[in-house]
Structure formats: structure tokens, C-alpha cells
């Protein structure tokens, strides 16, 4: 292993536990009557007490720690003007910069009272996750991976977003290569290889996963309205297998 790998892969470790811990606190503290600004704020204060850097705020015309989204915004929502309630469905999305190496995580939690279809709905979406890191090994192919994903969520009955991917991370919040929600056969010719880095996420909703764009500009909202989710990490392609770097 070359020295420029090893620096970026001890980066990305060290960067990724700070983040983990960071998306736990912020689920924490979203309790209701807490505002969205609020939880930025915690964000942008705890990356700051950590010696690193937003890595949200580098995307041109963006400029905050965290995407913010709540029951039908999927992702990409801005940190304004919203409020979590009881019975809410919310979804972080944040990422630093360790080293000049970016790291991107996202959860998606239940606040307060909710239905135990909303429960099933968050389970299935872990195992979505979980399923897709495991196929995230040397010599298999972006392919796999959307396939894997797809599968706990299509038994389900969930919709799966077609329309926005995953994506390879590290000296660039966004790289090569795509990653789907949704298999691709043209995607069996991606391999992965050692020391490679990706973020991997499932994006889906409870009924139809078509997206459209809100007024803001940012936030991506299912078409009707349903219940959406998103799991992400950061995951290191070792010669053992995935090594989930955003715990």
C-alpha cells in the first residue's frame, strides 16, 4: 500500500468515528419543538469542536453543515424554517472534511409516537443498508450493490428512488462512481477495488419513490406525498471486506 493510500485511509478512519458519533448526537438532540436551524447549529458547532471542517458547505451555492429532511423531503433539504414535531419522520444527512478527505453520512429516525408501519418502514431500510455494504467487496460490482440494496425494500412494497444515486467519496464529497438505488445491468462492468471508498445510501418511501424538486431550489420530495427515507455511510473496500468507516 502506498503511503498517499495509507495517509488517505487513516484520514478517512479518523474522520469517519468523529462523524458517526456527531449523526448519533444530532439524532439525540431532535426532539420535538427543537428547530432545524437549531440542529445546524449543533452540527456546525460540534464538527467545529472536532478540528475539521463541513463538507456540505464546499458544494457551490450551498451553505450548510447538514441537509435536513422531514416525512415526504427525501433529501438534499435545507436546514430552515421547519420545526420537528411529535410523530415525525426525520432524516440527517452531514459530512466533514478530515485532511482534505470528506466523509457522508445519513440517518433516518422517528421522533416521539409513530406507527409501527413507520417502524417496519425504518427496519426494512437498515437492512437495505446492511445488505448493500455486504456486497460492497474487491471484484464485485457497483451492480451488486444496487442489487442487494434493492431487494429488502422491493419485498417490502417500497418504492425505491431511481432518480439520485450514491457516490464514490474521498478527496471530492462527490465522485465516481454512481451508485444506484436501483440495479443497473450496465453497472456489472464497475468493479470495486482495495482501498476504494464510496458512500453508499438507499433512498426510498413508503409509496410512489418519483421525486420532484421544491420550491427552494434543493429539497427532492416524493411525488405523493409518502413517507421517505434515507441510510448512508462511508464504507472502505479492505482486503477482509467492507469496513463501515462512518459507525
Known amino acids: 500500500m502506498s503511503k498517499t493510500l495509507e495517509y488517505k485511509i487513516k484520514s478517512m478512519r479518523e474522520g469517519g468515528k468523529i462523524l458517526g458519533r456527531i449523526k448519533k448526537q444530532l439524532a439525540v438532540f431532535s426532539k420535538p419543538g427543537v428547530s432545524f436551524e437549531a440542529i445546524e447549529a449543533e452540527a456546525q458547532r460540534l464538527i467545529k469542536e472536532a478540528g475539521m471542517v463541513p463538507s456540505f458547505s464546499t458544494v457551490p451555492g450551498y451553505h450548510w453543515a447538514t441537509c435536513i429532511m422531514k416525512n415526504d423531503s427525501v433529501c438534499h433539504g435545507i436546514p430552515q424554517h421547519q420545526v420537528v414535531e411529535n410523530g415525525d419522520v426525520i432524516t440527517i444527512d452531514i459530512g466533514l472534511i478530515n485532511n482534505k478527505f470528506h466523509l457522508d453520512t445519513t440517518i433516518t429516525f422517528p421522533v416521539g409516537e409513530v406507527s409501527s408501519e413507520i417502524i417496519e418502514f425504518l427496519n426494512a431500510g437498515k437492512k437495505s443498508l446492511e445488505k448493500a ?109 467492507p469496513e463501515i468507516l462512518t459507525n
Not at 444506484?180 to 453497472?187: I, Q, Y
Open 133 to 241: 455494504i455486504q456486497s460492497a467487496r474487491v471484484g464485485n460490482s457497483v451492480y451488486d450493490i444496487s442489487r442487494a440494496m434493492e431487494k429488502p425494500l422491493k419485498r417490502k412494497g417500497y418504492g425505491v428512488v431511481y432518480q439520485l444515486t450514491g457516490h464514490g467519496v474521498g478527496e471530492e464529497l462527490h465522485m465516481e462512481p454512481s451508485i444506484p438505488c436501483v440495479p443497473d445491468k450496465t453497472d456489472r462492468n464497475i468493479k470495486l477495488y482495495l482501498g476504494q471508498t464510496i458512500a453508499i445510501e438507499n433512498m426510498y418511501a413508503m409509496g410512489n419513490a418519483t421525486l420532484k424538486e421544491a420550491s427552494d431550489g434543493w429539497t427532492y420530495k416524493t411525488i405523493d406525498g409518502s413517507i421517505s427515507g434515507m441510510f448512508e455511510e462511508t464504507v472502505l473496500i479492505t482486503e477482509k471486506g
